[in-house]
C-alpha cells in the first residue's frame, strides 16, 4: 500500500535538493543512494564530458521476479530543474497543494515523477508482487534541450516498452504523442555603411531579415505544427547601417513531413528575400528530437489505460505539444508513452501539486507493473 506520508516526505526531501539543469552533481549522488539501498547496481553513465552537466545518467536493471514472460519495463524520469530552483522551500498547505515559497519552482518537474517511483518500487518489494525485468533511467538535462538522452548509448537500454512519469496534466492523461523539433539558425550578413552620410551605400541586415520574416508561417501552422521566432538580435550604433544580423527560430510538428515542409518554407523565404537585396545567409537547420505518435490500439498505450482504471481512475489520451525523454526513448527503439503526473504551472514560481496525486501516480507506477506481469 501506498504510504502518503511517505512520499509526501520523500517529495520534500528531493525538491530541496539544488539542481537546476547543469548542477546535478548532488541530486544525482542522493538518487544514487537511494536507488542502491533497493539493492540495484547503478551505472553512471560516461556522459558528462560530453554534455557539460554535474552528472551522467543513471542507469538500473532490475531483474524479474516471479514474471520473468513479461515484456521488459522501462521507466524514465529526469533529475535536473529549470531556475530559479536554489533554495526551495516547499510546504503542504490545508487545500492539499504542495507549493514553493513564491520565490523559486517548486521542482515537481520532475522529482515528482521520481519520488512515485521510489514510492512504488519500495510497495513492489514489500508486497512481494511479481514482476518483469524493469529498467530505470534517470536522466541529466531533460530541461536544457534533452541533452542527457540524447548523449544516451542505445547500447545500456534492455526495454520492450517504455513509460515517461513526465507530463504535466490530470493523473490518468496519457501523453500517445508528441512532435519533432527543428532548432535553426537564420544569418543575414548586409554592408556597413555611414547612416547619415551614405545610407544608400549600405545593405540593412535588419531591414532584410525583417522582410523575411514577414514573409514566413508563424505561430499555429495547422493542429499538429508550429513555428515560432524566439531570438532577433544584431546591429549596434544608431550611424551605422547595421550589417549582421541572427535570427533563432524553432518549428514544430508530430508529422516529420509538415517539420520538413516549414523549414524549407522558412529558408526560402529567406533565400529569397537574402537575393533581392543583394545581402547573403546562412540558414542551419538541425532536427533535435525526433517525433513519436500512438493510437489506441498499441500495446504500450493499452497497458498504460488498463494500469490506470485499475487504480480507480480514468484514462485519457492527448497530443502534446512539447518534447520529453520520451521522444528520444522512441528514436532509441523503445516504445514510450508519457505519463501525467499531475502538477501544474511548471516553469514558474506558481508550480504546485496535489499531494494525493503523488500517491496516485506511485500507484500508477505499481499498477503498470502489476498488468505487465499478468501478460
Known sequence: MISEERIIQEFMELVQIDSETKYETEISRVLQEKFGAFGFEILEDDTKERTGHGAGNLIMTWGAEGAEHAPKLLFTCHMDTVAPGVGIKPTLGEDGWIRSDGTTILGADDKAGIAALLEGIRVIQEQNIPHGQIQFVITVGEESSLVGSRALDPKVLDADIGFALDSNGELGSIAVAAPTQAKIKMIIKGKSAHAGVNPEDGISAIQVASKAISKMKLGRIDHETTANIGKFQGGGATNVVCDY?????????????????????????????????????????????????????????????????SQGLTARTFHSGGGSDANIFNGLGVPTVNLAIGYVDIHTTKERIKAEDLVKAAQIVVGIVQETAKK
Open 245 to 309: 544580423v541572427q535570427i533563432d527560430a524553432e518549428a514544430r510538428s508530430i508529422v516529420q513531413e509538415k517539420v520538413d515542409q516549414q523549414v524549407n518554407g522558412m529558408r526560402e523565404a529567406l533565400e529569397t528575400t537574402v537575393r533581392d537585396h543583394n545581402a547573403s545567409c546562412e540558414f542551419i537547420s538541425e532536427i533535435v528530437y525526433p517525433a513519436f505518435s500512438f493510437n489506441e490500439h498499441d500495446e504500450v498505450v493499452q497497458l498504460a489505460q488498463r494500469a490506470i482504471r
